[in-house]
């Protein structure tokens, strides 16, 4: 229609400051007085205050918040105004009232589950708007990063017939009788293809029948993951520390007005440089000790542990050298020390843990088979995995880096749903 195209962004129309547009957008806030009806139109840029005749624009008394309209007037200075600049109205070329908007985003206690039920409308609100933007940021960053560093984006299945990660955490699909799964990671995939472009990355969902109800966990989640040929632990570790910072480089040039409408310190961000600290699995275990964990070698570091830990430091860490039953058997283990693997997380600082698993892949064909047998798994579900080291193959390294979890840090969300535009968990399936 044409009324809708002749109207400028409202981030425009700010920018310009005076003279006659013509905008459109949701109604924000509404406020009738005596003399004059002050509407607070958003759009996918910015708000901008509407100020309205009520002798003229009796109708618009009838508007409910987030009704769409498009309006033409004279902007006008105004530093009470947000953008300290206002739309003084002459008219309204089009509008859809819409019935009472049920999301009231002033509540002084917001219900989160009701939020979640409403997710489909929430996601109106500026501050989701915020994340959103951010989350945008994070992803094109990420790949901005891998394709400058000479990566090729890739694209892999869905369904798989073995597990990566864990038999017990598979969601099983009837796939026309035949019993699949959903995946859970890329890996063996990417594995494949390194050996025909060396460098690969993927970004896709991944699942995890999981029943973790805590705040880093999701059953789907967005999973960024990459293999490189010729590599040793050490050069994706390297990779880790630049992507991050890279990404997080980016929403810090690009979204400061966003964070500020968060509330997120930039503090945390600034100094997220490389190198990251590098920490053994021994030191880790030494520093929660010392800290009055009741933690023992060999024990798993979990959410609760890494918080302790990460609150040690002022920016990332490299977590590496963890003992091999804590590992998935495709880890290589560590020639000069068996016990345990050439594999690292990244943890997050400010007690978000997590973001990045990854390490050294196992690349002879009878080790690989050997470990699998030592975790109790059938090499015959891992036939064609085990296929790629009988021709040619080389030492090669790779990480899966948590898109949400990452976002979560970044934008200093509570839960990784609260940066999802539509998260699944163990209770939530809709909308």
Do not use: C
Not at 53 to 77: H, I
Not at 229 to 249: H, K, M, N
């Amino acid at each position: 229609m044409e009324v809708f195209k002749k109207a400028v962004p409202i981030s425009e129309a700010v920018r310009r400051g005076e003279g006659r547009v013509t905008v459109r957008g949701w109604v924000y806030r509404k406020r009738v007085l005596k003399e004059k009806i002050f509407l607070v139109l958003r759009d996918s840029t910015g708000i901008l205050q509407l100020v309205l005749p009520r002798d003229r624009f009796k109708n618009a008394e009838e508007l409910n918040l987030e009704s769409s309209l498009v309006a033409t007037g004279t902007l006008v200075k105004e530093p009470r105004a947000p953008g300290g600049v206002e739309l003084h109205v002459e008219s309204i070329d089009w509008a859809y009232a819409g019935e009472p908007y049920p999301i009231n985003e002033d509540a002084a206690v917001a219900d989160s589950e009701y939020l979640l039920d409403v997710r489909h409308l929430w996601l109106r609100s500026r501050k989701m708007q915020a994340v959103l933007k951010i989350r945008h940021t994070v992803f094109g960053a990420l790949h901005e990063y891998f394709r400058k560093n000479g990566f090729y984006e890739v694209q892999t299945p869905m369904f798989i017939t073995a597990a990566v990660e864990g038999g017990a955490t598979l969601f099983k699909v009837d796939y026309f009788g035949q019993p699949v799964y959903l995946t859970q990671s890329s890996q063996f995939y990417l594995e494949a293809l390194i050996f025909s472009l060396e460098k690969v990355y993927v970004v896709a969902p991944s699942f995890r029948a999981e029943p973790s109800r805590t705040r880093r966990h999701l059953t789907e989640f967005w999973h960024a993951e990459m293999e490189i040929a010729w590599a040793d632990i050490e050069d994706a570790a390297r990779v880790g520390e630049e992507v991050i910072s890279y990404v997080v480089e980016k929403v810090l040039q690009e979204r400061q007005e966003e964070l500020k409408l968060l509330g997120r310190r930039t503090e945390p961000l600034e100094r997220t440089k490389p190198p990251f600290y590098r920490v053994s699995y021994d030191e880790a275990i030494e520093i929660l000790q010392r800290k009055g964990v009741k933690i023992s070698w060999g024990d798993d570091i979990g959410a609760d542990e890494e918080r302790a830990l990460t609150l040690e430091f002022d920016k990332p860490i490299v977590l590496y050298g963890f003992p091999e039953k804590l590992k998935a058997f495709y880890h290589r283990n560590n020639p000069k020390r068996p016990e345990v693997t050439l594999s690292f997380d990244v943890l997050l600082p400010e007690g978000y843990g997590e973001v990045i698993g990854g390490g050294e892949r196992i690349y002879d064909a009878k080790e690989l088979v050997d470990k699998i047998i030592r975790f109790g798994l059938n090499p015959e579900d891992y036939q064609w995995y085990i296929d790629l080291r009988r021709y040619g193959s080389v030492p090669h390294s790779g990480f899966g880096l948590g898109m949400d979890r990452l976002t979560m840090w970044i934008t200093g969300a509570d839960h990784v749903r609260d940066v999802v535009p539509f998260p699944r968990d163990v209770r939530r399936t809709r909308p």
